[in-house]
């Protein structure tokens, strides 16, 4: 028993435990930076930091442990646990909550920290926390980051864009996050940065500011000049795919990419060239002479309740899965719906999905298509399905007509009602409503729909109060259910239709899936 014990309080140990745990987190962390494109850069933060840690190896300090594991350690652990379990299953139906992916990350580096701080002093609490401040530029930003701060700078992007358009003789109007020109519109997609460009500068800064030991002062400087940088770069970004939008949707679509990609570069460069050039100024502390024979090795008591930790932290991710695994089994029965576009009709043209909404929608499955009815009337649909991750839980309600469509430039003239569509023993309700552009009337009728319910897909509630908003997301960790799979059929009409007529079109599109 002597020589285990040894081998577990050994230093290499504790480094085990931190990298095992570190995996651990990574797990969630990897399902919100894959689903949400907005954290497009993410997968750079392990990286990061593992070459802080690694390029600081030799300056790590001797280890001087606690006496003894205290009294408290243990509450701290039971807490730890008892609120990493509800987090981490939580986590599996939304890995894009940032909350609650904040608060489990945070709990998690907090442990580390401790256990760092205990079995080492605080010495080695500075050394592994210090890397650990790139986890903040891997976390999701809030929703309302999203409404009242990148929404307003689209809409100003928007504005500059049209303005310098118009300066250089290329007419262009500025509708919302759109910008209309003589050959077409440039939408949300094409034209206007978001948050990712944000996320990297944030990191960079932090990467930068740690990497050269820069002052506290000079470490929110730094982040302020990325930030800056990417705004700078995000409206030139605009401001040059609107000019070569006007030119064509080819000069736009070969364009788009590249652009993002300079943006991206410019601001790496400029955070950096601001860094090493403080760095330069400041003399750099001498590495440490390690007296490794003379370090005291930590308690028993501490190298167990590391290691029960981490145990009960693989125990959580493991339990996790196999409750959800178990739920996705259960709605295999039943009826199931999707749809046929009539390809057969005069006129009809397939509508490819531009590189850029695809990687905003992310669709496992995407069908577009124009046609013209027996009266020559236009008629087009678009049809999206998701599959697995949790995207639908939120996209299908903030990427549907009734706000994409304003967003573009549309009018919203009223709501048609609810039209149902009767298929077999399902009842597919589809909503409608009047818009009009440049002039023109047309009517429009989707429908979001559930296929794991065999329901209209629910919105999570925005009245009723906390308790309803809390059954509504502990109802899915009840029933297991991991993946949020949902289908959007949009159908828009053209021309005078009797609403006979319009009911006809749409029902002729919907078929049982077999």
């Excluded at 959580?316 to 709605?331: I, N, S």
Aim: net charge neutral; with cysteine; glycine share 8%.
């Amino acid at each position: 028993m002597v020589a285990p014990v040894k081998f577990l309080r050994h230093e290499f140990w504790w480094w085990a435990l931190i990298a095992l745990q570190s995996g651990l987190v990574l797990v969630p962390l990897s399902v919100a930076w894959k689903l949400s494109s907005d954290a497009g850069h993410s997968w750079a933060v392990p990286l990061l930091m593992g070459y802080l840690y690694w390029e600081r190896w030799a300056e790590r300090p001797v280890g001087r442990p606690a006496p003894s594991f205290p009294w408290w350690g243990g509450v701290v652990l039971a807490l730890a646990v008892l609120v990493a379990v509800p987090l981490r299953l939580f986590l599996e139906p939304y890995p894009l909550w940032p909350a609650l992916l904040a608060s489990y990350v945070g709990l998690c580096a907090g442990m580390v920290a401790l256990f760092a701080w205990l079995a080492g002093g605080r010495a080695w609490l500075v050394w592994v926390a210090q890397p650990m401040l790139l986890l903040l530029a891997g976390l999701l930003w809030p929703g309302f980051v999203q409404r009242e701060l990148i929404q307003p700078i689209r809409e100003v992007l928007a504005v500059l864009s049209a303005e310098v358009l118009n300066f250089a003789g290329k007419p262009a109007i500025a509708y919302g996050t759109s910008v209309k020109l003589g050959t077409g519109w440039v939408g949300v997609d094409e034209a206007c940065g978001g948050i990712r460009s944000q996320q990297a500068a944030v990191m960079i800064a932090l990467f930068a500011g740690e990497m050269m030991r820069l002052s506290f002062v000079r470490r929110l400087a730094l982040l302020l000049i990325g930030i800056g940088a990417a705004l700078f770069g995000n409206m030139s970004r605009t401001i040059f795919l609107s000019w070569q939008a006007a030119k064509s949707d080819e000069a736009l679509a070969a364009a788009h990419d590249p652009a993002g990609w300079i943006v991206l570069a410019m601001t790496m460069t400029s955070v950096g060239v601001v860094a090493w050039w403080w760095a330069r100024k400041l003399p750099r502390p001498p590495l440490p002479v390690l007296e490794r024979t003379g370090a005291r090795r930590p308690p028993p008591g501490i190298v167990l309740a590391a290691t029960l930790w981490v145990v009960c932290l693989a125990g959580t991710e493991l339990g996790a899965r196999w409750w959800f695994d178990r739920g996705e089994t259960r709605r295999e029965s039943l009826p199931q719906w999707t749809v046929e576009f009539p390809v057969d009709r005069p006129g009809y043209l397939t509508v490819p999905l531009p590189d850029a909404s695809r990687e905003l929608l992310r669709p496992d499955h995407f069908a577009s298509a124009l046609w013209r009815d027996e009266k020559g009337q236009p008629t087009s649909a678009y049809y999206v399905e998701w599959h697995r991750g949790q995207v639908a839980r939120y996209l299908p309600f903030l990427h549907n007509p009734t706000v994409c469509l304003p967003l573009a430039g549309c009018e919203l003239n009223g709501s048609l009602g609810e039209m149902e569509i009767a298929l077999g023993d399902l009842a597919v309700p589809f909503m409608g409503y009047r818009f009009r552009r440049a002039g023109e009337d047309f009517r429009v009728y989707f429908t979001i729909w559930d296929p794991s319910r065999a329901a209209p897909l629910a919105s999570v509630p925005s009245g009723g109060g906390f308790a309803s908003w809390w059954e509504y997301q502990l109802r899915d960790v009840v029933e297991a259910r991991r993946d949020q799979p949902a289908q959007l059929l949009t159908v828009a009409v053209y021309g005078e239709r009797t609403e006979a007529e319009i009911h006809e079109i749409v029902a002729a599109l919907l078929v049982r899936r077999k």
